[in-house]
């Protein structure tokens, strides 16, 4: 089995499953124009999986890609701290959208799947802001924020899958490894 994807927190989560695995990145452009949220998470998670299962046509390949929406913003990986601060500054007393895709591929079918989960940021000063983004915990992750980590308290309340929001659905990605008859904590 292969995950098709360099997140560390996606490689921990998939880890606790008891699923053997090893990690082959994409290289997959996440740049796309498709501005729908749900349907942009679901064609960046299907794009990796079929990069990597191209070289790999023997593998279950399983790949995720998740996107924060925030109305009609899109808010992808901040560049740097300052537009980390601009991030959370956005979010900050909203309510946003979690979309993760998650597509496996295994012996030439394919099947997927997009979980929604609605995050609440409390109220922030700009003091809090500034440390959060100092942190660079925020850097390497959609939307700017992490909420396994200091970002958790940035949070109010969650609607939905807690583990969306750290970027690896676990019922979906469970239902879809299941499919493919994948062997999920020791089954």
Same mark, same amino acid.
């Given at each position: 089995?292969?995950?098709?994807?360099?997140?560390?927190?996606?490689?921990?989560?998939?880890?606790?499953?008891? &699923?053997?695995?090893? &990690?082959?990145?994409?290289?997959?452009?996440?740049?796309?124009?498709?501005?729908?949220?749900?349907?942009?998470?679901?064609?960046?998670?299907?794009?990796?999986?079929?990069?990597?299962?191209?070289?790999?046509?023997?593998?279950?390949?399983?790949?995720?890609?998740?996107?924060?929406?925030?109305?009609?913003?899109?808010?992808?990986?901040?560049?740097?701290?300052?537009?980390?601060?601009?991030?959370?500054?956005?979010?900050?007393?909203?309510?946003?959208? &979690?979309?993760?895709?998650?597509?496996?591929?295994?012996?030439?079918?394919?099947?997927?799947?997009?979980?929604?989960?609605?995050?609440?940021?409390?109220?922030?000063?700009?003091?809090?802001?500034?440390?959060?983004?100092?942190?660079?915990?925020?850097?390497?992750?959609?939307?700017?924020?992490?909420?396994?980590?200091?970002?958790?308290?940035?949070?109010?309340?969650?609607?939905?899958?807690?583990?969306?929001?750290?970027?690896?659905?676990?019922?979906?990605?469970?239902?879809?490894?299941?499919?493919?008859?994948?062997?999920?904590?020791?089954?």
């Amino acid at each position: 089995m292969i995950l098709a994807s360099g997140s560390p927190r996606r490689r921990d989560l998939l880890a606790n499953l008891g &699923v053997p695995f090893r &990690v082959v990145v994409s290289g997959e452009a996440e740049d796309r124009p498709e501005r729908d949220p749900a349907r942009l998470a679901g064609e960046l998670a299907t794009l990796k999986a079929r990069a990597v299962a191209q070289s790999h046509p023997d593998a279950v390949v399983i790949a995720a890609d998740t996107v924060v929406a925030l109305g009609e913003e899109l808010l992808g990986k901040p560049a740097d701290e300052a537009e980390n601060r601009a991030f959370v500054r956005r979010l900050a007393g909203r309510t946003h959208q &979690v979309y993760t895709g998650v597509t496996v591929l295994s012996g030439g079918q394919e099947s997927g799947g997009v979980e929604r989960t609605d995050v609440t940021f409390r109220a922030l000063t700009d003091g809090e802001i500034a440390h959060y983004a100092r942190t660079g915990e925020g850097l390497d992750k959609a939307g700017g924020y992490g909420i396994q980590g200091v970002g958790m308290a940035l949070v109010a309340r969650i609607d939905g899958d807690y583990s969306n929001v750290v970027g690896f659905p676990l019922a979906l990605v469970i239902r879809l490894l299941r499919g493919a008859g994948v062997a999920v904590w020791g089954e």
